[in-house]
């Protein structure tokens, strides 16, 4: 298997995983977004990197990020990275991510760390 052949691939698992778990969470609008880094419950503090995947049937159009309901960030094309400085304090935050489809489709995803 060639290095394109498995980005095919891997792209087309990570397609249908979307699916599955979109129909599993109801959602049906062919936008599906996953916070890839920082983990759910992970203690993050300065500067870190949020990473987000994004499925979609349409173009993505951008991908905003937000920390403790404020946006911090909005990136247009993969890969859907963006660097914040957290502060040194050792708190939890909520990290929001919006993946929005040329279409005006929306994913969101929320964790906690």
């Known amino acids: 298997m060639t290095r394109d052949s498995a980005l095919i691939v891997g792209a087309a698992g990570l397609l249908a995983l979307a699916m599955a778990l979109g129909s599993v969470a109801g959602e049906s609008s062919g936008i599906w977004v996953h916070i890839a880094n920082p983990r759910d419950g992970q203690a993050v503090m300065g500067e870190i990197e949020i990473e987000a995947q ?42 929001e991510v919006v993946a929005t489809d040329v279409d005006g489709h929306e994913a969101r995803r929320r964790i906690s760390t």
């Open 54 to 95: 994004v499925v979609a049937y349409a173009r993505v159009r951008d991908v905003a990020f937000f920390v403790d309901g404020r946006p911090v960030g909005i990136v247009s094309s993969a890969p859907y990275r963006l660097r914040i400085d957290l502060g040194e304090k050792n708190q939890s935050h909520e990290i």
